[in-house]
């Protein structure tokens, strides 16, 4: 069974549509994250939930819109794409993620997205 | 702002190899450090978690060091295998609960 499975693999669109990755973790975690990874391969935090309340969100564009229905999913809007908007973007989920000591990260295997 | 670099960015071996890389860090007030493995295409592999009380930390043929107040973490890998080749990041925990990655090194076991 996946861990960690997002939706789409790949996702190719027109500048300006709106669209949604999905992302579930079936681990019992209580914290999410989303995260891109640009042409370079650097991997920048960009939305973390605990419990489905937003605990970190980075200096990401407001067209970028995280969703949180329950701890299991956690689901990323995209508003108005964008040229740079393109990347890859990682799921991914941890257990008592907001003390000190931290448990490791699991990640998704990534969404994929291209804008024409 | 906490800042994270990995040397060398690539890496080309011989099986059999013994590897080693190198990951630091501006601000030592960390956490903890984690070591990632991320195949072309696919999602990061958590390799080892060192816990900022802690010097090191093994598994198989990892072992991964870290020393908080110079600001360095190594990842060694013991006889390289082609199966090995993959790009390495390493990541620090702070404050604010994220993880700051570095850029990765990509590393080749040549047969």
């Known amino acids: 069974d996946t861990a960690v499975s997002q939706t789409p693999k790949y996702l190719v669109t027109q500048m300006g549509n709106d669209k949604s990755i999905k992302c579930e973790q079936n681990l019992g975690h209580d914290t999410m994250y989303w995260y891109k990874q640009d042409s370079k391969k650097f991997l920048k935090i960009m939305f973390s939930y605990n419990n489905k309340e937003l605990i970190i969100n980075e200096t990401v564009p407001n067209r970028f819109s995280p969703k949180s229905p329950d701890k299991a999913h956690l689901n990323l809007h995209i508003n108005s794409l964008e040229l740079g908007d393109s990347a890859v973007y990682f799921c991914a989920s941890s257990q008592g993620d907001t003390g000190r000591q931290g448990q490791p990260q699991h990640f998704g295997d990534g969404t994929r997205l291209s804008i024409l | 702002k906490q800042e994270v670099t990995q040397i060398p960015a690539a890496l080309s071996v011989p099986e059999g190899e013994n590897l080693v890389l190198n990951c630091s860090f501006t601000?030592?007030?960390?956490?903890?450090l984690q070591w990632f493995r991320q195949d072309p295409g696919k999602g990061l592999t958590s390799l080892l978690l060192?816990?900022?009380?802690?010097r090191e930390q093994t598994s198989g043929r990892l072992n991964a060091s870290l020393d908080k107040s110079s600001g360095r973490s190594t990842l060694y890998i013991a006889a390289s295998q082609p199966g090995d080749s993959a790009t390495y990041l390493c990541a620090v925990k702070a404050a604010g609960n994220k993880l700051t990655f570095g850029g990765g090194t990509r590393v080749l076991v040549k047969p």
């Open positions: 601000d030592s007030a960390i956490y903890n």
């Open positions: 060192i816990q900022s009380s802690q």
